[in-house]
């Protein structure tokens, strides 16, 4: 852990701690409802389709493909001023989750929409870990 990490770092809530101690096991884990089998992104406290509360969790493979991207060249607040650029995308989960990250390890240039890519974690505090995407390599070249 980076004890000078600057970031905000995630707000834990009780209905989301599952996820974030997931991401600390570098485990994408994607909360499920056991009444209409709903998958559901971000973590909530009731399921968005039928408002079940009896929810669990599964694994995500951790691939998924880049829905849509915009490399981040400036304004931003202060604090992420020191990544800049930096490339913040929407990804498609194989388990037909859309999710907010970013796209790493990767040549700005070589970003594509469609591209297939897998999870990587970035550990930022003792109880999480932040998932962000790069390119899978075998489809790269
Ligand atoms: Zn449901």
Not at 12 to 25: A, C, D, L
Not at 72 to 78: A, K
Request: glycine letters at 4%; aromatic letters at 10%; one cysteine or more.
């Amino acid at each position: 852990m980076n004890q000078t990490y600057q970031k905000p770092i995630p707000e834990m809530q009780p209905w989301s701690k599952e996820y974030w101690k997931g991401t600390k096991q570098h485990k994408l884990l994607i909360q499920t409802c056991n009444e209409c089998g709903a998958k559901i992104f971000y973590p909530r406290k009731f399921c968005p389709e039928c408002w079940s509360k009896d929810l669990g969790w599964i694994e995500a493979k951790g691939t998924a493909r880049v829905y849509s991207f915009t490399i981040t060249r400036d304004m931003v607040e202060p604090k992420f001023m020191p990544d800049l650029p930096y490339v913040l995308a929407m990804v498609d989960l194989d388990e037909g989750i859309r999710m907010m990250t970013r796209i790493v390890e990767c040549d700005h240039d070589k970003i594509r929409i469609g591209m297939d890519v897998e999870v990587v974690f970035e550990d930022i505090s003792d109880d999480c870990a932040l998932p962000m995407f790069r390119p899978i390599r075998s489809s790269q070249d």
